[in-house]
T-cell receptor, first 112, second 114 residues
Framework: SQQGEEDPQALSIQEGENATMNCSYKTSIDNLQWYRQNSGRGLVHLILIRSNEREKHSGRLRVTLDTSKKSSSLLITASRAADTASYFCATGDMEYGNKLVFGAGTILRVKS | AAGVIQSPRHLIKEKRETATLKCYPIPRHDTVYWYQQGPGQDPQFLISFYEKMQSDKGSIPDRFSAQQFSDYHSELNMSSLELGDSALYFC?????????????FGQGTRLTVV
């Protein structure tokens, strides 16, 4: 990965359960973003959190950011089968130039 | 609403051939990114443009080049193709400087080199 690791690499849960995915990064950042990707499709932006924010909500999504630990978590509550996808974090990279750098991704499978 | 348009969606080329991928960003978006994604891999940053100028380069081979035109569309040119170039190539666009705001991705071009 160009940026960091996601944890876990794969997650399998039952519909209705919560799913938590973690992301670590290496550099100083302006913001951290979460994306979702269905197999072989384009990435879809979920949520962006700035470096001066600690928590953000959007519908069933809750994102936290800890810049001292260089980590973020994405919580999906009351998961649905349609949430099955790969989830990536990406950082707006300040240290190494102007780009959006992706982490390794978590494969989430929600069983109905 | 208009999205990022990539063409072609699928491309099959032979080794040592050349390929050109096109990207049409969302209107008024001034940043374009290119990413390469191999099977089961995370998207690898190739190159970005902001206001029609190259902004940053990532792990882009010297055989690849890209540019952004006056109408903000971008093209990724790939020469001397190798089997290892087979991948999904995504273009994304955003409003404002690269990395600063959410990026909108196209559906990708699946390149197969045989």
């Amino acid at each position: 990965s160009q940026q960091g690791e996601e944890d876990p690499q794969a997650l399998s849960i039952q519909e209705g359960e919560n799913a938590t995915m973690n992301c670590s990064y290496k550099t100083s950042i302006d913001n951290l973003q979460w994306y979702r990707q269905n197999s072989g499709r384009g990435l879809v932006h979920l949520i962006l959190i700035r470096s001066n924010e600690r928590e953000k909500h959007s519908g069933r999504l809750r994102v936290t950011l800890d810049t001292s630990k260089k980590s973020s978590s994405l919580l999906i509550t009351a998961s649905r089968a349609a949430d099955t996808a790969s989830y990536f974090c990406a950082t707006g990279d300040m240290e190494y130039g102007n780009k959006l750098v992706f982490g390794a991704g978590t494969i989430l499978r929600v069983k109905s | 609403a208009a999205g990022v348009i990539q063409s072609p969606r699928h491309l099959i080329k032979e080794k040592r051939e050349t390929a050109t991928l096109k990207c049409y960003p969302i209107p008024r978006h001034d940043t374009v990114y290119w990413y390469q994604q191999g099977p089961g891999q995370d998207p690898q940053f190739l190159i970005s443009f902001y206001e029609k100028m190259q902004s940053d380069k990532g792990s882009i081979p010297d055989r690849f080049s890209a540019q952004q035109f006056s109408d903000y569309h971008s093209e990724l040119n790939m020469s001397s193709l190798e089997l290892g170039d087979s991948a999904l190539y995504f273009c994304a666009s955003s409003l404002g400087p690269p990395g600063n705001t959410e990026a909108f991705f196209g559906q990708g071009t699946r390149l197969t080199v045989v």
